[in-house]
Antibody, heavy 121, light 107 residues
């Protein structure tokens, strides 16, 4: 069974940094692209970033480009999201999601339970 | 950026009724569209991918149709657990985007 467990969320001040992690199990981690998707409180879903299975290719939403960095450690089956220069608008639940098939622009299946990031002074 | 517009924003129906949800794209997606279900306090779940393929474990009462710019999610006979928020999403190009969602509520 595929399991995705996010961690690292919390309260951070505007301009601060945070690193999210997603521990994966139950599948061949390095064979699949991985994604971060966020959801602001009471709002809809927003794709944030995708990384290929090898880690060679990365993709970002314009809203986070230049501030967030996605990475992965295939030896540890772990996905990361380094978030810098955080803004109030970045407040959201951040979900880790596996690509349904190997290529990066795939469907999100399954999803982790999410970790809440709150940016506030 | 491809914009996905879902309608209606809210749909009020009773258990046993048929639900029809719409997703319209700002440009052609071929069949590169998926549907997700999100229950309160839970993560989204993939229901339909490539416009009409049910994901693993999804009941047959859920079906998807459409291509190009107009897509439909149909729930043939609503069960109590189907009352949730539904999102469409494309993977035609970058950035990947979601629709604003349709809330399916009990009438």
């Amino acid at each position: 069974e595929v399991q995705l467990l996010e961690s690292g969320g919390g309260l951070v001040q505007p301009g601060g940094s945070l690193r999210l992690s997603c521990a994966a199990s139950g599948f061949s981690f390095s064979s699949y692209a991985m994604n971060w998707v966020r959801q602001a409180p009471g709002k809809g879903l927003e794709w944030v970033s995708t990384i290929s299975g090898s880690g060679d290719s990365t993709y970002y939403a314009d809203s986070v480009k230049g501030r967030f960095t996605i990475s992965r450690d295939n030896s540890q089956n772990t996905l990361y999201l380094q978030m810098n220069s955080l803004r109030a608008a970045d407040t959201a639940v951040y979900y880790c999601a596996k690509a349904r098939v190997a290529y990066p622009n795939s469907w999100f299946d399954p999803w982790g339970r999410g970790t809440l990031v709150t940016v506030s002074s | 950026e491809i914009v996905l517009t879902q309608s209606p924003a809210t749909l009020s129906l009773s258990p046993g009724e048929r639900a029809t949800l719409s997703c319209r794209a700002s440009q052609s997606l071929s069949s590169f569209l998926a549907w997700y279900q999100q229950n309160p306090g839970q993560a989204p779940r993939l229901l339909i991918y490539d416009a009409s393929n049910r994901a693993t474990g999804i009941p047959a009462r859920f079906s998807g149709s459409g291509s190009g710019t107009d897509f439909t999610l149909t729930i043939s006979s609503l069960e109590p657990e189907d009352f949730a928020v539904y999102y469409c999403q494309h993977r035609y190009n970058w950035p990947l985007t979601f629709g604003g969602g349709t809330k399916l509520e009990i009438k």
